[in-house]
């Protein structure tokens, strides 16, 4: 479907195109309520801004699009809508950022995040917009007490769109959309937008875990995807322990930065956590006589990071005697640390404590495809992830051992 004819002040053909999966979902599909279960990079995102410019320019308002935070709203507008909009008179459209609103004519549509979504209620439209699907409906609030009254009004066009993020209620409203009268689901994955280049895709492909190539790829709803490590709960079951003869074990350490917390973590060579260490805001040498003592306790191999503020650390370190190797953080090593422990856990090679803070932060840590088909690894903005990486590094150390700095212990 190639091209929009704007007849107003002016003809213009606006650069709205949309690629035959998208026609699909956008047109053939007589449906009021559409759930869509896609891959990365389907192009949802910008078939849903091409679909809202047209409903607005037809009057078809208004519109309500649902995201995840106001930052990725205002990026969508700048990538998504302002290259389609910008071929119009300028007097026809209009952004208001603060207000997170977009008319064109006399038709507008309201842009909101979904942390608050008390803060859309009492308002009605005639079309609905929900973007990033699985990941917004995990609070189902926003479905049961905003979204769904909205829809007794006007009867609106309804899209729920996304990539899978485990079974939670986007995966339950695919399975009634499969069933229920005027509503119809659609999957696709990644594969299915002809504007992407296949020989990328399968590199990305070749480059990520496979419960991550169901999800992300091939829009499977799994069980247990919403976080990057799984088996979590079924390795828990190591206590601390005091040194064994016979054994050797391995120490991975991440410095605190800012807000966030120094970790130490201990494994024994059968991948047993033995002993864990977490302080913040203690004066850096009584940390490194902290860790120092721990390490030489259990005559541990120390992995630590040794990026930015970690350098001169492990420079001390070295001089205080430890066995210890430097580990500099960058998207691509972080990428092979946090795969190793993953692999750790699906084949059952790791066993943790049942520590609360540990276990949150593994169960919260994210993965994110960016742009440019990359894997990123953090934990959520505003959480912490410190317990993750020293868990990782002691991991890493335990199972590539050999690929290390070779180094004796030094009593």
Known sequence: ??????????????????????????????????????????????????????????????????DTINSNIDRYVERYFMPTLKYLPRSVWKWRQQKKELTIGNSKLDLRSADRPENIEGFGYRFIILNEAGIILRNEYLWHNTIQPMMLDYNPDVYIGGTPKGKGLFHRLATMAREKENWEFFHFT????????????????????????????????????????????????????QVEAGRTYYAGL???????????????????????????????????????????????????????????IYEDMRNM???????????????????????SFETGRIKIFNDPVLIDELEIFEYEITGS????????EGYHDDGVIALALANWACRNISAMQPFIWRP
């Open 254 to 312: 991440d410095l605190a930065r800012l807000q966030d917390y120094t970790w130490l973590i201990i494994l024994d060579d059968r991948g047993i956590m033995v002993y864990s260490d977490r302080f913040n805001e203690i004066d850096w040498s009584l940390q490194k006589v902290r860790i120092a003592e721990a390490v030489k306790k259990y005559r541990a191999w120390l992995l630590m990071d040794s990026t930015g503020v970690g350098d001169p």
């Open 190 to 241: 990644s594969f299915d937008n002809p504007f992407l280049s296949r020989e990328e895709l399968e590199e990305l492909v070749s480059e990520i875990p496979q419960s991550i190539q169901r999800q992300e790829i091939y829009a499977e709803f799994l069980d247990d995807s919403s976080s990057v490590f799984r088996n979590i709960r079924a390795s828990i079951g190591a206590e601390p322990r």
């Open 321 to 343: 005697g430890l066995n210890v190797q430097g580990y500099k953080l960058t998207n691509e090593t972080k990428k092979q640390l946090i795969q190793a422990l993953m692999m």
């Open 373 to 380: 088909g990359s894997i990123r690894y953090s934990a959520p």
């Open 1 to 66: 479907m190639e091209g929009m004819a704007y007849r107003g002040q002016a003809d213009v053909t606006l650069p709205i195109y949309y690629h035959p999966a998208q026609i699909k979902i956008y047109f053939e599909s007589k449906a009021k309520r559409k759930v869509i279960a896609k891959g990365r990079r389907f192009g949802l995102t910008k078939g849903f801004a091409n679909l809202a410019i047209e409903y607005l320019l037809e009057g078809k308002g208004p519109g309500l699009w649902v």
